[in-house]
């Protein structure tokens, strides 16, 4: 209805003040692009919280990678005062990270909330991610405020897509709101709509203090800065707080809100919202998920749903000049202080010397990390395929767990577990033969498909992850002109027939080549990854054979030719100083080549070789493609 | 001459060379390289540095060319005599162009009468001119070498008709044979230039030209692989697709039947590109570049090499006139060689030619890099091992061919 209240008004929605039935916690599920970003700065605008002219396009996203991807990665909670009907509200907006390999953080977000806004592009519809998180929220019984944005564009179809919201949430084509965050339209009533519907939080304000934290930063002032949402009970300043699934404790040097720069409070009270700072240099200890509580008066139970970060994707990451491995360690180290996910090990590869091998969470936060490393701190890397973790049982029953192909163990093996996903995929109907195409060849099994709207359908399919982090998304994405959308989350593990298909230069092992495939697709990869690498590497002056093997089983080979002639024909007074100039620069050539054996390999190769189809085609390219559509 | 200049320093206005040339200069043999500018008919692979139209003006033009060029000879003996150098007859002359023979004979023998007045030749000089079948006559041959020529090279390139057709090359290939007879009539040794891998050239076209060369009866063959450089019309045409060259391997193919008829005629290989009868029927001023020798280039775009310091003169005909016009030199840029670009130019050059790199003078690393290359079956194990005389490295056909990748192993 009308942003800020009157002084008596304000003060009865003041920080560590107000009491639960005035305030609204609401998170914003959306797709990449669907314009989450645009619709929460319209909001901190017309609540008064950020001036216009103050305005900074998409004042949340912070990162330079986050705002020129259109991505959201670390979320934030921001605190808005709004009246209606003469009754002043605080709103606490809860941004949450739209992509798939983030969900846990998500799903923590979610928590902190009694309802969820559903922003769909009324000219696109909604997403597969979005969708994921639709029953994630539902899951945790959030209210569900369905919203198609974008109502401006002339491609807007409103009512094909508040039909198809409708289906999916239940309710009325007519009970979908229309809003468009560019222009404003239709936003205040949203606001209203969101203190109308979605419930106050509930909480015992006499209990021990629980509060759970949905976020953790690294800020390079301040240390690590934890956003929680109060359960029960009450924080304050200056108090001892402990986190609960470790038992340490550390002292409260501040604690606040966020509206939109942080302001310190006299504490936070149920239901409320915001942050605290603690003096902690690493988020490792300060966990999303973990239960905050008083250190003098503990709960007894911490709140439900915490777990560990699980790196589901690994990838080695190299300094094109090896003399930069230092730098590596050092941004590494500094990376991690801010991600509680990015966990990494030495390794040391023959192909590509020192380097290290990481875990991710998923492709696009290998991606954000390694574009992070180069642009950050002006580092040019090498990435190795992206491959999952396999579990390997040997004939004698011990268990190998293995990140690094190349470390595949020989010998008997009883049996391999690879991790699958359950895979959500949005898409106009026309492309169900193209995506059960796919879907089989990548070991897919179809547990069921609904029909959206007359002509969307979502697939559901179990997919081993490795096939998913292969080329999954590319070719998806081409046998659907881009009209599908993905989503998919771990859901355990399955014995799989898998076998290590090595990549032999001249009889040498490069490890970096390495590749753990299915057996039926071992001949295929060993043929692919042979005639790329022919194409690749320049001829020597010897025939160098190029093999794919598993164990000493040759399964493909090709044969780089011996280079015939090297000469010039012609060297005569005037061409010797040309000539010699050629020569020192060869010379300086050969000294970015790697030597396998006696071959020499062009850096180039390596990472022709490495980033074609399988890697690189992550969820990054998957989120530009997102918004060329 | 090659097409670009490369980069260097700025020479001083009067070409006055450094002190250190004199120390090097000692012992080495000293050469005169007289370029001419001109042709008829601009080939679309040829890269040199010729001109067309011969009334380029002023002391550029044809006519005004060898009183020009005498310019630069004069002030050639004024620069070494500066430098503290000793007189040193002149060992060999090579006038090579464009068309030198597009010169009046009477201009051809100017500039070696210049050659003589300023250094004197050696009374066993080796004087060459380049010549285009096309262009000789029995009477200017033989007028040639009453002025002191002792050698004539024919542009043959090819004795197939559409191989000469796409190199532009407008001479009778009928003719080829008469010249030859008609040089060495007149008492010239006699030497043929060929070119390899033309496109649309097949093996057959290649041995065609080969025998072809053989017949005559020439004591001499330079046969090059063609090489399309930047900037020439024809690697215009196949940029645009309308010429296939032909790949590397077609190339070795065809040097290796070079060598194979050559060899099999009696003519044996003295330099990469470079096949004799006898050692005496080599170039010996080729043979000087190849060996760290001096000489003084004479002429537009033209390098010379002297006592360790490398330049080169200005490209354009009338901006090199006019220096000379104005008592500058015509220098453009130069290069004072330190030892260890002294030493990658030694190994780069003496590997080319048969006589080979002593060992004993490589650098530790480069002696050690010889066994391997010997394993590779590019260098022969003979010479390597010093079986007929001092240990060489001495390329095998196969090192040959690889030759720049053993100068890369060497210098490494």
Known sequence: ?629 | MSPALPDGDVPPEDGGLPPSVAARSAGRAFGVYLHVPFCAVRCGYCDFNTYTATELGGGASLTAYAATALEEVALADRVLRDAGLPDRPVSTVFVGGGTPTLLPVDDLVRLIGGVQDTWRLAPDAEVTTEANPDSVTPDGLRRLAAAGFTRVSFGMQSAVPHVLATLDRTHDPRRVPDVVRWARDAGLRVSLDLIYGTPGESLDDWRRSLEAALATGVDHVSAYALVVEAGTRMAVQVRRGELTLPDEDDQAAKYELADDLLTAAGLHWYEVSNWARTPADASRHNLGYWRGDDWWGIGPGAHSHVGGVRWWNVKHPRAYADRLAAGRSPAAGREVVDETTAELEHVMLGVRIAQGLPIGELAPTARAAVAGLVADGLVDPRAALGLDGTRRVVLTRRGRLLADAVVRTLAA
């Open chain 1, 1 to 629: 209805m009308s942003p800020i209240p009157s002084a008596a008004a304000a003060a009865r929605i003041a920080p560590a003040a107000t009491t639960p039935e005035l305030l609204r916690n609401f998170c914003i599920i959306a797709h990449i692009d669907h314009g989450k970003s645009t619709l929460a700065d319209r909001m901190l605008q017309l609540t008064g919280v950020v001036e216009a002219r103050a305005m900074r396009a998409q004042y949340l996203d912070r990162m330079d990678i986050e705002r020129e991807r259109g991505i959201t990665i670390k979320s934030q909670a921001v605190r808005m005062p709004w009246e209606v009907d003469g009754t002043p509200y605080a709103l606490n907006m809860i941004d949450t990270p739209g992509h798939v390999d983030f969900t846990y953080e998500v799903s923590r977000s979610l928590a902190a909330c009694e309802g969820a806004v559903l922003l769909v592009d009324a000219a696109q519809g909604i997403e597969a991610q979005t969708l994921a998180n639709l029953y994630l929220a539902l899951e945790n019984d959030l209210q569900i405020i369905p919203v198609l944005n974008k109502i401006d564009l002339p491609a807007a179809q409103p009512e094909k897509y508040a039909e198809e919201l409708a289906g999916l949430v239940g309710g009325d084509p007519e009970d979908v709101m229309r809003v468009s965050g560019k222009t404003g339209e239709g936003v205040e009533a949203l606001l209203d709509r969101i203190v109308r519907t979605v419930p106050a939080p509930v909480g015992d304000a006499a209990a021990p203090a629980r509060a759970m934290i949905f976020d953790s930063v690294y800020d390079t002032y301040r240390g690590v800065v934890t956003y929680v949402r109060v359960v029960d009970g009450h924080l304050d300043p200056r108090e001892r707080i402990a986190m609960m699934s470790t038992r340490a404790t550390h002292e409260l040097l501040e604690i606040g809100v966020i509206s939109p720069e942080p302001v310190p409070t006299k504490g936070l009270g149920v239901g409320e919202v915001g942050y605290l700072i603690t003096g902690v240099k690493d988020v490792r200890q300060s966990k999303v998920g973990d239960t905050v509580t008083n250190s003098a008066k503990p709960a007894s139970e911490a709140l439900g749903g915490y777990s560990d970060p699980k790196p589901m994707v690994f990838s080695g990451l190299y300094p094109i000049d090896g003399t930069d491995y230092p730098v590596l360690r050092d941004a590494l180290d500094k990376l991690k202080l801010n991600d509680a996910a990015l966990n990494y090990e030495p390794e040391t590869s023959v192909a590509l010397g020192f380097g290290f091998r990481v875990g991710f969470l998923g492709l696009l936060h290998l991606e954000i990390i390694r574009e992070r490393l180069e642009r950050e701190f002006d580092l040019d890397l090498i990435s190795t395929a992206p491959n999952v973790v396999y579990d390997v049982v040997l004939e004698d029953r011990t268990e190998v767990r293995v990140t690094n192909p190349s470390e595949f163990p020989g010998g008997k093996i009883r049996e391999v577990h690879e991790p699958v996903v359950k895979a959500t995929i949005l898409a106009p109907s026309e492309f169900i033969g193209a995506i059960m195409e796919l879907c089989q060849g990548k070991r897919g099994d179809l547990q069921g498909m609904d029909y959206l709207s007359e002509d969307r359908v979502e697939m559901r399919y179990v997919l081993p992850l490795a096939e998913i982090v292969y080329d999954f998304f590319d070719q998806l994405k081409s046998r659907t002109r881009g009209y599908a959308s993905l989503d998919y989350e771990p859901i355990g593990d399955q014995v799989a027939d898998l076998v290590k298909v090595d990549i032999l230069l001249q009889g040498e092992q490069v490890d970096a080549f390495s590749a753990i495939v299915h057996k039926d697709k071992a001949y295929a990869y060993g043929v692919m990854m042979t005639a790329k690498l022919k194409d690749l590497i320049p001829r020597q002056q010897f025939e160098v054979p190029i093999q794919a093997a598993i164990g000493s089983r040759i399964i493909a080979r090709e044969t780089i030719r011996a280079i015939r002639k090297d000469v010039l024909a012609k060297c005569y007074g005037g061409d010797i100083t040309r000539k010699r100039k050629l020569l020192e620069k060869q010379k300086e050539g050969k000294k970015r080549m790697k030597t396998i054996g006696r071959v020499d390999v062009p850096q180039e190769a390596f990472i022709a070789a490495l980033t074609s189809e399988g890697a690189g085609s992550s969820g990054g390219r998957d989120a530009k493609d997102a918004k060329k559509k």
